[in-house]
């Protein structure tokens, strides 16, 4: 079984930055893709960044030049910088991995095995 611990989430103001972090328990299988979605209230759960074992990301258009996805592969964690955050960005924020080949130009939630229980981020303005 693997588990997905989330830290860093919190309330900042409009402007702000927040530093995500997720770590996964396993120690035996090899993650090859983690990622980051968010959920706000009334809405559907949304991408907002992933990275591959090999290095390959993808950001979100809503989060571009703002929000930066990095991962450390031996230690099967991933970070999420969320830089100039703004009220459209508070959300239950959740880590997400796979154990089998994604690809990330068309990557959807089924292809994710394992999630975390979310974190908040509150942005207030």
């Known amino acids: 079984q693997v588990q997905l611990a989330e830290f860093g989430g919190g309330l900042v103001q409009a402007g702000g930055s927040l530093r995500l972090f997720c770590a996964a328990s396993s120690s035996i299988f090899s993650i090859t893709a983690m990622g980051w979605y968010r959920q706000a209230p009334g809405k559907q759960r949304e991408l907002v960044a992933a990275?591959?074992?090999?290095?390959?990301?993808k950001h979100a258009d809503s989060v571009k030049g703002r929000f930066t996805i990095s991962g450390d592969n031996a230690k099967n964690t991933t970070y999420l910088q969320m830089n100039d955050l703004k009220p459209e960005d508070t959300a239950v924020y959740y880590c997400?991995?796979?154990?089998?080949?994604?690809?990330?130009?068309?990557?959807?939630?089924?292809?994710?095995?394992?999630w975390g229980q979310g974190t908040q981020v509150t942005v207030s303005s």
């Open positions: 997400a991995a796979a154990f089998r080949p994604i690809l990330l130009f068309s990557v959807t939630q089924d292809d994710w095995d394992y």
């Open positions: 990275i591959t074992s090999s290095n390959s990301i």
